[in-house]
C-alpha cells in the first residue's frame, strides 16, 4: 500500500529527498494541466510548477504534515500562477492554442491531420473562453477539471468556502457553456 | 442522493455516467435542467487535452525556473494560512452549537414566558393595568373596593385585559 501523503511529507522533512520525489509524480501532472491551461504556455507552465515544487520543498518546515499536502501544494501553484499571470497579463501569445507539436506527441491518439486541427481549434476555443471568464471562476473550473481537486481543495487552495467554491464553478460553466456556444457557432 | 451531491458527480471529469447520479437525474427536474445548462461547458472540459506532461517531453524554458524567495514566501505563507483555516474552521462549528443552543432556550423562555402569561391574565387580570387589581370591575363589586387608584384609565384598563382577546393589540 502507497504511502499518503502526509507520511511522504514528514519523511521529506526528515531529509528524505526520495519521499518528496514520490510527492512530486503523485501531482505534477495534474499540477502542469492547470498551469498550462491558465497561462497558455507550456514551457511557462512547466516553470511555474517546478517552482511551486521547489517552493514547497524549501517552505517544508514549515508545513504542519497534519494537514492535507495537496492542498498546500495547489495553493502554492495557483498562488504562482496567478503571479506569473499578472506578469503577463496577456494570456497567452499564440491564444492558448497547442503548439502542434504537443499535438504531434500526445500519446495514443493516432488522429489524422483533420482529427489533429480540429482538436487544436477545440483546445484553442477552450482556452480562450476560460480566459475569458473572470479569474477566480476559471481558476476553480482547471482545479476542478484539470486538477480533478475535491470542492474541499478548491475552497481552500482558494481561500473561499466549500459552497463559495461550488458556486464559481457553476457559475463558470454557465458562462463557458454561453460562450462556447456563440463561439463554435460564429467559427463553424 | 442529495443535489449538492448530484452538482458533485455533475461536475466530476469520470464520475458523469455514475448511476447513482442517473437515477437522481431522473426523479429531479432541477438537476436535470442544470445539467442540460451545463452540459455544453462539461463535454468541452472533459475532450480538453489532458496530456501527461511528462510524455510530452518539455522542458523548462531556458530562463528559468529559479526559485525566488518570493515563492517561498508564498510556500510559507500558504502553510500558515492553512493552519489558520483549520483554527477558524474549528470554534465556527463551536460557535454554531452555541447560536443554536441559544437560540433553543430562547424559544424555549418565550414559550414557557407566554404560558405564564396567558394564564396570569386569567386568573389576575387587573395586575397588567398597573395595580394591585385582582379581579374583573365588572363581575366584582369587590374589586371596585380594592381599586386603588380610581381613574376612568384604571378601569378602562382592566376591562382590556379580561375582554379584549390577547392576540389583539
Known amino acids: 500500500m502507497p504511502d499518503s501523503d502526509e507520511i511522504l511529507m514528514r519523511l521529506a522533512q526528515e531529509g528524505r529527498t526520495d519521499a518528496f520525489e514520490e510527492l512530486v509524480r503523485r501531482y505534477r501532472g495534474a499540477l502542469l494541466r492547470v498551469a498550462w491551461s491558465k497561462l497558455g504556455d507550456a514551457a ?11 517552493a514547497a520543498y524549501a517552505a517544508r518546515h514549515t508545513f504542519n504534515p497534519q494537514f492535507a499536502f495537496r492542498t498546500w501544494l495547489w495553493t502554492i501553484a495557483l498562488r504562482l500562477c496567478q503571479r506569473q499571470w499578472k506578469r503577463v497579463k496577456s494570456p497567452s501569445q499564440n491564444g492558448g492554442m497547442i503548439e502542434p507539436a504537443q499535438v504531434d506527441s500526445l500519446p495514443g491518439l493516432a488522429e489524422t491531420g483533420l482529427d489533429q486541427l480540429l482538436r487544436s481549434e477545440r483546445v484553442d476555443v477552450l482556452h480562450r473562453a476560460l480566459n475569458a471568464l473572470p479569474e477566480p471562476q476559471a481558476d476553480a473550473l482547471r482545479l476542478r477539471f484539470f486538477g480533478g481537486l475535491p470542492y474541499e481543495d478548491i475552497a481552500a487552495a482558494m481561500q473561499s468556502s466549500v459552497s463559495g467554491a461550488k458556486q464559481r464553478v457553476k457559475l463558470g460553466l454557465e458562462r463557458l457553456a454561453v460562450q462556447l456556444r456563440q463561439w463554435s457557432g460564429t467559427e463553424s | 442522493m442529495n443535489c449538492d451531491r448530484a452538482f458533485d458527480l455533475m461536475t466530476s471529469a469520470d464520475r458523469q455516467d455514475d448511476p447513482e447520479l442517473l437515477r437522481h437525474l431522473e426523479h429531479c427536474p432541477r ?86 402569561g396567558n394564564r396570569g391574565s386569567s386568573e389576575r387580570p387587573a395586575d397588567l393595568a398597573g395595580g394591585s387589581l385582582s379581579a374583573c370591575l365588572w363581575t366584582s363589586e ?19 385585559v379580561c375582554h379584549v382577546p390577547p392576540t389583539v393589540k
Not at chain 1, 512547466?46 to 521547489?54: G, N, S, T
Not at chain 2, 462549528?93 to 407566554?114: D, E, F, H, K, P
Not at chain 2, 374589586?143 to 382590556?160: D, I, M, T
Open chain 2, 142 to 160: 369587590n374589586g371596585r373596593a380594592q381599586l386603588p387608584n380610581s381613574s376612568a384609565q384604571a378601569v378602562v384598563a382592566s376591562c382590556v
Open chain 1, 44 to 54: 511557462a507552465a512547466e516553470d511555474v510548477v517546478q517552482e511551486a515544487l521547489l
Open chain 2, 31 to 116: 438537476c436535470r435542467e442544470m445539467q442540460e445548462t451545463l452540459s455544453p461547458a462539461l463535454e468541452w472540459l472533459s475532450v480538453g487535452p489532458q496530456p501527461e506532461w511528462s510524455d510530452l517531453g518539455l522542458a523548462p524554458s531556458e530562463t528559468g525556473p529559479l526559485l525566488s524567495a518570493q515563492a517561498v514566501r508564498i510556500a510559507e505563507a500558504a502553510a500558515r494560512d492553512l493552519a489558520a483555516r483549520r483554527a477558524l474552521s474549528l470554534p465556527a462549528v463551536y460557535r454554531r452549537a452555541i447560536s443554536i443552543a441559544v437560540v433553543l432556550m430562547c424559544g424555549i423562555a418565550l414559550g414557557m414566558a407566554g404560558l405564564d
